[in-house]
C-alpha cells in the first residue's frame, strides 16, 4: 500500500461525496486547477461556484476552463470565501455536496495576500449552513508562510470544538515532513 499525498487524498475525498449534476464550492480559485477538477467531477449539469479575491485568479481560472470547454459549468466571483452565501443562488443552498480551500497565497503571485483565520472561519460556517447531510468540506492547509501559522492554529482551533452530532472533522498529515507540509482538514457535515 502507498500512502496518498495530500493533494490526491482531497480529491478522493471530494469524489466520494460528490456525483454528476451536483452543486460544488472552491472557495480559493487560485489558478484553476480544483475548479476544473470540479466541473469535471459534477458534469455538465453540475454547478460550481469558484471564489477569489484576486483579478488574476479570477482570469486564470476563466482561461483554464475555457481550455477545457467547462466554462459555463461554473460561476466565478471575484469576492471574498466568506461572502459564498451572497452570491450562491437560494436554490442551492442545503444542496451542495463538496467544497475545497487550498489556503495561503496564490503560487507565483504577491505573498502578502493571503488567506486569513477570520474570513477562512465564516466562510467555513456559511458553507457548513448550505451543505447537504453528508458533505464534505475539504481544508488544504499551506501553513509555511507568514501569516500561515495562525491561520492554521486558529482553524485547528475552531473545528476541534465542532459539535460532532453535527459534524465529523478529520485531520490528514504526515508528521515526519521537513519544512511545514500542507495537510488537510475534511469536514463531513452529518
Known sequence: MKL?????FARNLL?????????VVDATMGNGHDTLFLARLVGKNGAVFAFDVQPEALE???????????????????????????????????KIKGAIFNLGYLPGSDKSVITKPATTIAAVE?????????GIIV??????????????????????????????????????????????IAIEKR
Do not use: C, W
Open 15 to 23: 469524489e466520494k461525496a460528490v456525483g454528476a449534476g451536483g452543486a
Open 139 to 184: 481544508l488544504v492547509v499551506y501553513h509555511g508562510h507568514e501569516g500561515g501559522a495562525a491561520e492554521r492554529d486558529s482553524l485547528i482551533d475552531y473545528v476541534s470544538r465542532l459539535d460532532q452530532k453535527k459534524a465529523h472533522v478529520l485531520q490528514y498529515q504526515f508528521i515526519n515532513q521537513q519544512n511545514h507540509p500542507p495537510f488537510i
Open 60 to 94: 486564470a481560472t476563466r482561461e483554464r476552463l475555457s481550455e477545457h470547454d467547462a466554462l459555463n459549468q461554473a460561476s466565478l466571483f471575484l469576492a471574498g470565501h466568506e461572502q459564498a452565501a451572497e452570491f450562491i443562488p437560494a436554490s442551492y443552498h442545503g
Open 4 to 8: 496518498e499525498g495530500v493533494l490526491p
Open 126 to 134: 456559511k458553507l457548513l449552513e448550505m451543505m447537504a447531510p453528508e
